[in-house]
């Protein structure tokens, strides 16, 4: 099995992560506890056959994810054991420093945070000696704290350096000045960014001002709370890693989602969006027309990440995955026609993938976007100007 081992890092990472497994598990049909649930779906056996990319099945037959959770400071990892998926983790791979770095990233990275980037090191080597195949890590944090960007850099760096994995992909969280009253956020994404250029095969991108935007005009909420803007990045997140956990028509993995979207190594921050948006936990799951995924492909204001490419730059190449019951050849013919109607927005050698994968989202067709512009620079500059 091609297993993937996940690594929490800081408040906004471990949220976010344990949002995702929470996800993941409703789509596996497992319970809290990681006990398998009896189900009537009809395409249960596909929900089960690659389980085990994500989770370690114990002797007592509970499915146990492949994760280790780190904070310096110990009331994120407190609060997840106090939840509702306190019992899914390993207890001893939940760990924390009984600190804070203060939204310092130099504490986390040359100081306070080097003890326990230790721990975790070590914590993936046995995780990955469990392993069949490992195929990838996955780093889940945000480079505005202190925690994720200087224990997230020193992580990184010491994966690269041990070549655990042969992909390593994050789920970066960036910080944007209109919705953040921290003044050194900036400082601590620019302090980060050089791991993740050097040391990052695949980095998907969010902020919390296009999720905001999101929510006030497709979810019309004005004051969205974290736990809303985090269901939004775990979708997406289902998403890319859903070519890994179920069969599916052209279904890609990492190696082979970095193949389709990276002409060049250093090319390696994608913008991500959703063809669609619903509140979480709604009565109401409308399903997606082609004509809504057409106009959700290269509309910016569908990116999770605050940036219009389509100002000063082209498309260099787009996956576009979808989930439910369609044909792939349907699919195809979408996209090729976005792409002629649109055929100004791309590069001439650009190059657009598209992956069907069967199992539903909760019963609706979502499309998925990754994309690859040479304006992906944009949501970086915002902290090279605010410093």
């Excluded at 195929?135 to 020193?154: C, R």
């Excluded at 082979?256 to 619903?278: A, D, R, V």
């Excluded at 787009?318 to 002629?340: C, D, F, H, P, Y």
């Amino acid at each position: 099995m091609r297993e993937i081992i996940c690594i929490q890092i800081g408040q906004c990472g471990n949220q976010i992560g344990t949002k995702f497994w929470e996800e993941i598990g409703d789509e596996h049909i497992i319970d809290v506890k990681g006990n398998p649930v009896a189900s009537k779906v009809e395409d249960i056996w596909q929900r089960k056959e690659r389980i085990n990319v994500y989770y370690d099945e114990s002797k007592s037959h509970k499915f146990v994810p492949r994760s280790i959770l780190a904070d310096l400071d110990p009331v994120s990892i407190d609060s997840i054991k106090a939840g509702k998926l306190g019992k899914l983790f390993k207890a001893e791979n939940m760990l924390n420093a009984g600190g804070s770095t203060g939204n310092n990233c130099a504490k986390g990275l040359y100081t306070d945070g080097v003890e326990l980037s230790n721990q975790v090191l070590e914590l993936t080597r046995k995780e990955a000696e469990i392993c069949d195949s490992l195929q990838g890590i996955q780093v889940i944090h945000s480079i505005g704290g202190g925690t994720g960007s200087g224990m997230g850099a020193l992580v990184i760096s010491k994966l690269m350096e041990e070549r655990i994995a042969r992909v390593t992909t994050s789920f970066t969280h960036t910080p944007h000045p209109k919705v953040s009253d921290i003044v050194v956020e900036p400082y601590n994404a620019i302090l980060s960014l050089h791991s993740l250029i050097e040391n990052i095969d695949h980095t998907y991108l969010f902020d919390n001002n296009a999720l905001n935007n999101i929510c006030d005009q497709f979810l019309k909420l004005e004051n969205p709370t974290y736990e809303l803007t985090n269901n939004i990045i775990t979708r997406v997140m289902t998403g890319v890693t859903a070519g890994l956990r179920f069969h599916g028509q052209n279904n890609q993995d990492f190696i082979k989602l970095g193949t389709s979207l990276k002409p060049y190594p250093h090319l390696s921050f994608f913008l991500t969006g959703l063809s669609s948006f619903t509140i979480p936990n709604s009565m109401v799951n409308p399903i997606v027309s082609m004509s809504e995924l057409a106009n959700g492909m290269l509309n910016p204001q569908h990116y999770l990440a605050t940036c219009n490419p389509m100002v000063k730059s082209k498309n260099i190449s787009l996956v576009n995955i979808v989930r439910g019951r369609i044909a792939v050849q349907e699919m195809e013919e979408l996209v090729a026609t976005v792409k002629s109607d649109n055929r100004k927005q791309f590069i001439k050698s650009s190059s657009i993938h598209s992956v069907v994968c069967g199992v539903t989202a909760k019963n609706r067709i979502i499309c998925y976007l990754y994309y690859q512009y040479n304006s992906n620079k944009k949501p970086f500059e915002r902290d090279f100007i605010s410093v």
